[in-house]
């Protein structure tokens, strides 16, 4: 064997090896991006709910202090007592 061939040889068993790595790194890559982005959408749906969470409880404010509002009045004009909060 001479020289030159065992050169060929290592060359190719080199590509193979990295070829083979290649191959599982790329395999690696794609399933971490592939939890990365179920991970991204689990915290946007959590964050979508706090958000609509949060408007509902504004929602739900608005209408408590405009009832109380209206409680006030009726207090106001049917027994003449004035309600300070």
């Known amino acids: 064997m001479n020289e030159k061939y065992l050169d060929e040889k290592l060359k190719e068993?080199?590509?193979i090896i990295i070829a083979a790595v290649e191959g599982v790194l790329d395999r690696r890559l794609e399933k971490t991006e592939e939890n990365?982005?179920?991970e991204i959408n689990n915290v946007q749906t959590l964050i979508d709910a706090y958000v609509k969470a949060q408007e509902d409880f504004k929602q739900e404010f608005?209408?408590?202090k405009e009832e109380i509002n209206r409680i006030k009045e009726i207090l106001k004009e049917k027994l003449g007592v004035e309600v300070r909060i």
């Open 36 to 38: 990365l982005k179920k």
């Open 62 to 64: 608005v209408i408590i």
């Open 13 to 15: 068993q080199a590509q």
